[in-house]
Nanobody, 126 residues
Framework: QVQLVESGGGLVQAGGSLSLSCAAS????????MGWFRQAPGKEREFVAQISGSGYSTYYADSVKGRFTISVDNAKNTGYLQMNSLKPEDTAVYYC???????????????????WGQGTQVIVSS
C-alpha cells in the first residue's frame, strides 16, 4: 500500500502563493505518475496537474497553466505543487494522487488513480 499525506494548505490573499507538499510512504514504485486534483464546495473533483516519476514530463489543466508548477523529489519521496498568482476560484481542497504505470500518459480522470491523500484546504480571499 501507498500512503500519501498532503500539507501546506492555508489562507492566502489573491495574487499570493502557496506551496503544497505530498509525502509518500509505504510501497514505492520506480515508475509512476503523481497527480494533483482539487474539489471546491458543491463541485466535482477536477484535475490540476500531473508529473511523471522521473520529473521530466508534466501536464497542467488550462486553468492553472503558467501559474502552478508541479515537481517531485524522489530522494524525499515527496511531490510538490507550487501555486503562484492565486485567484479566489482556486479555493478548494487539494488532493495528491498516485498511480503506478510502466509508461507516461496523460491521466485526467480521478478514478484512474488508486492512491489518494486526505487533502489540504486552500482558501484564496479576494
Amino acid at each position: 500500500q501507498v500512503q500519501l499525506v498532503e500539507s501546506g494548505g492555508g489562507l492566502v490573499q489573491a495574487g499570493g502563493s502557496l506551496s503544497l507538499s505530498c509525502a509518500a510512504s509505504g510501497r514505492t514504485f520506480s515508475t509512476y505518475i503523481m497527480g494533483w486534483f482539487r474539489q471546491a464546495p458543491g463541485k466535482e473533483r477536477e484535475f490540476v496537474a500531473q508529473i511523471s516519476g522521473s520529473g521530466y514530463s508534466t501536464y497542467y489543466a488550462d486553468s492553472v497553466k503558467g501559474r502552478f508548477t508541479i515537481s517531485v523529489d524522489n530522494a524525499k519521496n515527496t511531490g510538490y505543487l507550487q501555486m503562484n498568482s492565486l485567484k479566489p476560484e482556486d479555493t478548494a481542497v487539494y488532493y495528491c494522487a498516485l498511480v503506478r504505470t510502466l509508461y507516461y500518459r496523460r491521466i485526467r480522470q480521478s478514478d484512474e488513480y488508486p492512491y489518494w491523500g486526505q487533502g489540504t484546504q486552500v482558501i484564496v480571499s479576494s
